[in-house]
């Protein structure tokens, strides 16, 4: 069967093909369609696990008790399971056990760039790349038998335009899974020091053999004196940069990038050219085999964001010495204005978070901030520091630690299980007088909407476990939330910490609920008259599907809006009237 | 035949879907090709850029500034902001719709005036009218498909329902 198939997809489809058993994974962008795809099978073992760690060590478990395991995530993630990752290498596995990652050059939503291969040549586990959707289909099948071979994990490294590059790809039916069963053999699987020296000893004979057989997965191709060595999504481009040039060349495509294969000093005639995208982690290794490269270690590519057609002809005619001229953009006619991602019109945290500017009004707060959704509350000045999933707890509780701030740590409900449990009992244990919201919407809403354990597990349980104060709110109900708000705002400026807890379904959700239901979704208009200017709905609620018209009347655009009341319950003029019916579309968003 | 296509709107608008129909039609006629996207961020009302490239023998999946044979906006600011992707005898089509961004005020007529003077050869299509016709703004995107499909010289793509079938033939009938 030939489809059109996403990277992902194709990775998925691979694996059913290898028999898969179990399959892991948190959400982030650009890895998540690969398990999107295999929960449509029901026969396996598919779970979004609370973050990339717990992911890892279920499919590490299965994988050691001989079962056919892998788990995805996104490169930053991989960060999250670093820590089993190195240990599986000295355990090795019975089952395949195939690390999927997708990075994300250029961070079109990440927060840096990280090349995941550098994990593989730390932690010694080859790295397989594949560079269109056909090869990740077959690479994450052979993958699974790679793995098997060796008893030992294998990692494939997607990036962005591999994992969201649709393709033609002709796939097979699916493979049963392959489940497994536990074998003892404590010398192996238990590492403590005496264990694990032993281990280490049979690790490094064994990465000898990889990069023996990592040479099988050479491909070369074409014929002249100039040698290109590459690998991934940077084949695509040379060649088509070859072609381009109209030069003669040998190109040289490693499937296997880490470890590099040594036969590729037998190819090569010492010198050669280096097209990859990320980190120069394939030259490093080239230049380790005594081979001179012409790189990115010496500026011949560009050392960050992602390849193009032209970049690479660029490196390779300045490289060999050919003429080249770019094609030259046209310039737009008008400067087109800056469009940068905002809350969807009717997103419940626009609404939390205007909340809390009223609520703490006078405070100044430092807002903490995290990943998802609601980074985008930086459009709104109310989110002054983010960097890594649990940023917000734990750094907020920092900051407070610091200086004597008023902080607000912004988490939404699926971070919240991710990465700020641990930090909670840090903040229980010395009693650090921060105010932590959990915007909580019932999903992983910014990668396309997985479950969250909040459907299972509401916040509050915890955190009143924890004794923490803790306060429930509908951010739609926007006049009664800020004075609950308030409540907990006091416990803070009285040196204590606090929870509030911002319940309302992802808007996203509950239109495609509406639309199954045939559902009508009600609208809101300005009445022109009663609109006096004041702009608190376009500049502070900041709502998306409202505009400011050149007499700075408010505009609601009728095909963005979906009818969520907050401008209603802001506008101190009564300017915004309903146009259908609210109760009925309230109820099915809140059962989202 | 290579061709390269940049496709553009706003987080919503159905870009993404618009991009893989088009590919779906491709294929069906025994092209190779590749579809790049771009998800998480980008889908929630910002820019939204989906890179199409139509060949015997495609491989890299996007399209490098001054490289496009097509620019197809969903909506007109955007058309803007992907300008840069044309070849100088590329062709420019533009949806008739504003969406708003934070800030400025932008006129419709205006914008579209500005870029049918720019020298670039240009088509205005009426999506977003014909789609609230039809009784939805949902079908902007396959109004659309209707009109590049006839430009392009493919066909209607299999997966189609019925309403966006009906879309696609309106959009067809504009040219």
């Known amino acids: 069967m030939r489809l059109l198939l996403l990277g992902n997809e194709a990775l998925a489809y691979g694996s059913l093909a290898a028999g898969v058993a179990v399959a892991t994974a948190y959400p982030g962008t650009p890895s998540t369609e690969v398990l999107e795809t295999l929960e449509e099978f029901k026969d396996r073992f598919v779970y979004w696990a609370a973050n990339e760690k717990t992911a890892f060590e279920l499919s590490y478990g299965a994988a050691l008790a001989g079962a056919r395991a892998l788990v995805a995530m996104k490169h930053v993630g991989l960060n999250v399971a670093s820590d089993p990752l190195h240990s599986a290498a000295y355990t090795g596995v019975e089952g395949g056990f195939l690390i999927i990652t997708a990075d994300d050059p250029w961070m079109y939503s990440s927060q840096n760039e990280q090349d995941t291969r550098w994990y593989g040549l730390q932690a010694y586990i080859p790295v397989l790349e594949p560079s269109n959707p056909v090869e990740a289909y077959k690479m994450a099948k052979d993958g699974f038998a790679l793995s098997e071979k060796l008893k030992h994990p294998v990692m494939l490294r997607s990036v962005t335009r591999v994992s969201h590059v649709r393709a033609p790809v002709e796939i097979e039916h699916p493979a049963p899974p392959k489940w497994g069963r536990f074998t003892k053999d404590v010398k192996r699987f238990c590492l403590v020091p005496t264990n694990a020296r032993e281990r280490k000893k049979a690790l490094l004979e064994k990465w000898e053999k990889i990069q023996d057989i990592a040479s099988e997965y050479i491909q070369t191709e074409g014929s002249g004196d100039v040698f290109i060595v590459t690998s991934g999504v940077a084949y695509n481009y040379v060649k088509e940069a070859v072609r381009r040039l109209n030069i003669k060349a040998v190109i040289v495509k490693l499937g296997i990038v880490v470890p590099t294969p040594r036969k590729v000093a037998d190819i090569v005639d010492k010198s050669a050219v280096v097209v990859e995208e990320g980190d120069p982690v394939l030259e490093l290794q080239l230049r380790s085999l005594g081979i001179s490269t012409r790189g990115k270690l010496n500026g011949y590519f560009p050392k960050f964001g992602e390849l193009d057609i032209n970049k690479v002809a660029m490196g390779i005619a300045k490289a060999v010495g050919v003429p080249y001229n770019p094609p030259q953009p046209p310039r737009p006619p008008l400067e087109p204005p800056p469009r940068p991602p905002v809350l969807c019109p009717g997103c419940p945290h626009m609404a939390t978070f205007y909340i809390l500017k009223v609520a703490t009004a006078g405070l100044n707060p430092v807002w903490s901030g995290d990943i998802g959704c609601y980074s985008l509350g930086i459009n709104m000045g109310q989110q002054d520091v983010i960097t890594h999933m649990g940023s917000s707890v734990g750094l907020g509780s920092g900051i407070t630690v610091a200086g004597r701030h008023f902080v607000v740590a912004t988490i939404g409900d699926s971070t919240f299980y991710h990465a700020a449990l641990p930090q909670l009992i840090d903040v229980v244990g010395k009693s650090i007088p921060i105010l932590i919201v959990v915007m909580d919407n019932s999903y992983t809403a910014m990668t396309g909407g997985q479950p969250s354990p909040s459907r299972f597990l509401p916040a509050e349980k915890i955190t009143e476990a924890l004794g923490l104060p803790t306060f429930v709110i509908d951010p739609v109900d926007v006049k009664r939330s800020i004075e609950i708000v308030k409540k907990a705002v006091e416990i803070v400026k009285n040196g204590k910490p606090a929870v509030v807890i911002s319940r309302r379904p992802c808007v996203l959700m509950a239109i495609r609920k509406a639309r199954r239901l045939g559902v009508q979704i009600p609208k809101y208009q300005v009445d022109l008259e009663k609109c006096k200017s004041c702009g608190l709905c376009y500049n502070l609620l900041k709502c998306s599907a409202i505009s400011k018209r050149p007499d700075g009347k408010a505009y609601v655009d009728p095909a963005l809006c979906v009818g969520c009341g907050v401008c209603a319950e802001v506008c101190p003029f009564n300017a915004f009237k309903l146009e259908g019916r609210k109760e009925i579309w309230l109820e099915i968003w809140k059962q989202a | ?175």
């Open chain 2, 1 to 175: 035949m290579e061709t390269g296509i940049v496709i553009v709107g706003v987080g919503g608008q159905g870009v993404l879907t618009l991009a893989r129909w088009l590919g779906e039609a491709a294929m069906a006629e025994g092209y190779d090709v590749r579809i790049a996207e771009v998800h998480g961020m980008s889908q929630r009302g910002g820019s939204v850029e989906v890179h199409v490239r139509i060949g015997r023998e495609v491989y890299a999946p996007i399209v490098e500034e001054g490289g496009a044979d097509f620019v197809i906006a969903l909506e007109a600011l955007e058309a803007l902001r992907a300008y840069r992707y044309l070849k100088p005898n590329g062709i420019l089509v533009v949806n008739k719709r504003i969406i708003q961004p934070p800030g400025k005020w932008y006129n419709l007529n205006d914008t579209l005036d500005a870029i049918r003077r720019s020298g670039i050869k240009t088509y205005i299509v009426p999506c977003y009218d014909i789609a609230l016709e039809l009784g939805s703004v949902l079908y902007e995107n396959s109004v659309m498909l209707g009109f590049v499909s006839k430009l392009l010289g493919l066909s209607m793509p299999p997966s189609l329902d019925e309403n966006n079938r009906k879309a696609f033939l309106r959009g067809m009938s504009l040219i």
